[in-house]
């Protein structure tokens, strides 16, 4: 069974960092995407970050490129977030999931199978 687990949230000051961490487990595929989402309070769940777990390519949105970093070390199946320059409005709950296949859209939500339960993340002014 897969399993994902999150840790490195919470509480920062706004300009701080963190480093959010994401252990997977039990996962059998050796090409799929692992990415990083966050949901604020009324607010859709909004992707941030993935990479593919073949090349290590990594593609960002808007709102976090150049501030954010994810990488992924294969030999402790752990996938990392680091996040700087944080400000108020990346206060959220922060989720890892995976695809199944490294053939799908992985910047798209309803594309990952497999869901951590989050690490909330709060940035205050």
């Known amino acids: 069974q897969v399993r994902l687990a999150e840790s490195g949230g919470g509480s920062v000051q706004a300009g701080g960092s963190l480093r959010l961490s994401c252990a997977a487990s039990g996962y059998i595929s050796s090409n799929y995407c692992m990415g990083w989402f966050r949901q604020a309070p009324g607010k859709e769940r909004e992707w941030i970050a993935n990479?593919?777990?073949?090349?290590?390519?990594?593609y960002y949105a808007d709102s976090v490129k150049g501030r954010f970093t994810i990488s992924r070390d294969n030999a402790k199946s752990t996938m990392y977030l680091q996040m700087g320059i944080l400000n108020p409005d990346d206060t959220a709950m922060y989720y890892c999931a995976a695809t199944l296949s490294g053939y799908v859209a992985c910047g798209v939500p309803v594309n990952y199978a497999y869901w951590g339960q989050g690490t909330q993340v709060t940035v205050s002014s």
């Open positions: 990479i593919y777990t073949t090349d290590g390519t990594t």
